[in-house]
């Protein structure tokens, strides 16, 4: 498909007139084609036999370009089995390119991308996650970008606006902040593998302000961005957790601000215990119950939110990962038994009584005998 439209671009680049048309496809065949003096720029897509040198380019003056040694109005990437060259300004008339170029797949040629994207919402939050699509287009045609870009990249940054500029005219620092990369391989948040469609998960990882969003596609060769200006919100909601009680039971308190419907939320985590063990954290509402804190230590939590705005857009959060540390239980301590003076110990009480009745029975003992002695 990619092919057959690159056919029929190119021959819309060549054709003026339908016996001009002839005469071009016949020179198309030796690797001969014509650019229109209305082209600004052009990109060729050169296939060779596998593996082979770099093409050289002839000029319609007849000088060369090479893949090492060009003018800067030329990008040049090469493969063991593409050439990719983009000309800036092209000299309008007959060019041609020299080289193991492949029979059937030849050149082909395309102009005039345009880089598409589903549009952000105007006012996000900060640390929400939004899924982003985005397109390659030649007018309303969506161009194979694995085909055509080899080495494609496409990432998502913010540009904070300069410090101190005025708002009229206020300019963005070049001091990007990447939130996310697209690709069309099937994997993350994209659903089918080279479709065209390629698919970000952008985290606005940024402090609230105004933003401009940008969106870059290049291969060395190709550049294209997509910009819109957006304004950050805080985050919607914060949490915190509550002190494990004797039982070691423990929650996650949520506070949500005047942009969430109350009754929204849900929330998605993973408990990290100080061993590393994982739990699965789910729950609905502004209170979550947690696994026990058994072990004492540093304990991780990472997750995201989901909720409605008062708006009715549907928004992820990404939560910031929380460390807390929680500390061992107390143990119970005995009160120290009150000190008894010592005449109270029991020993001494009874040492105490025991010579007490030993000195009444030596007196009554005493005293019997006197008593006897005076009557004898």
Same mark, same amino acid.
């Given at each position: ?26 020179r ?15 990109t ?24 090492q ?17 983009t ?12 080289? %193991?170029?492949?029979?059937e ?14 549009p ?10 939004? %899924?982003?699509g ?31 500029? =005025? ?11 990447h ?23 952008v ?58 419907? =109350? ?42 939110a ?27 301590? %005995? ?39 005076? %009557?004898?």
């Amino acid at each position: 498909m990619a092919r057959a439209i690159s056919r029929l671009l190119a021959l819309a680049v060549l054709a003026a007139a339908p016996a001009l048309a002839q005469e071009q496809h016949a020179r198309w065949l030796d690797n001969t084609f014509r650019i229109d003096p209305s082209i600004r720029e052009i990109t060729l897509f050169i296939e060779r036999e596998t593996p082979s040198a770099p093409v050289v380019l002839i000029r319609p003056d007849g000088s060369k370009y090479y893949q090492q040694r060009h003018p800067d109005n030329i990008s040049w990437v090469s493969t063991p089995s593409r050439d990719i060259i983009t000309l800036w300004r092209p000299t309008p008339g007959p060019w041609q390119a020299t080289g %193991k170029v492949n029979a059937e797949r030849g050149i082909s040629l395309l102009s005039l991308f345009r880089l598409e994207l589903e549009p952000l919402p105007p006012v996000l939050f900060q640390n929400e996650v939004v %899924k982003l699509g985005a397109w390659l287009k030649h007018d309303d045609t969506v161009v194979d970008a694995a085909y055509y870009l080899d080495g494609l990249s496409l990432d998502a940054r913010l540009l904070s606006p300069a410090a101190g500029a =005025p708002e009229p005219e206020q300019r963005f620092e070049q001091a990007p902040i990447h939130i996310g990369a697209f690709a069309d391989d099937g994997t993350g948040l994209d659903e089918y593998p080279g479709d065209g469609k390629l698919t970000a998960e952008v985290v606005v990882d940024a402090l609230p302000g105004n933003y401009l969003f940008q969106a870059q596609a290049t291969n060395r060769v190709l550049a294209r961005a997509y910009e819109q200006e957006v304004l950050i919100h805080p985050m919607p909601l914060s949490l915190s957790f509550s002190t494990p009680s004797d039982e070691r039971q423990w929650r996650i308190d949520l506070a949500l601000d005047s942009n969430l419907e =109350p009754d929204s939320l849900e929330i998605i985590g993973q408990l990290f215990n100080p061993l590393e063990q994982r739990a699965d954290v789910t729950g609905r509402g502004k209170s979550i119950t947690l696994p026990p804190a058994i072990q004492p230590g540093n304990y991780r939590f990472q997750g995201r939110a989901f909720a409605t705005t008062v708006t009715g857009r549907e928004i992820q959060i990404a939560l910031p990962e929380q460390v807390v540390r929680v500390a061992a239980p107390a143990v119970a301590r %005995k009160t120290p038994a009150a000190v008894q003076p010592w005449w109270k110990n029991p020993i001494i009480q009874l040492g105490t009584g025991m010579a007490a009745a030993l000195l009444l029975a030596v007196a009554a003992f005493l005293w019997w005998r006197r008593r006897r002695s005076g %009557k004898g």
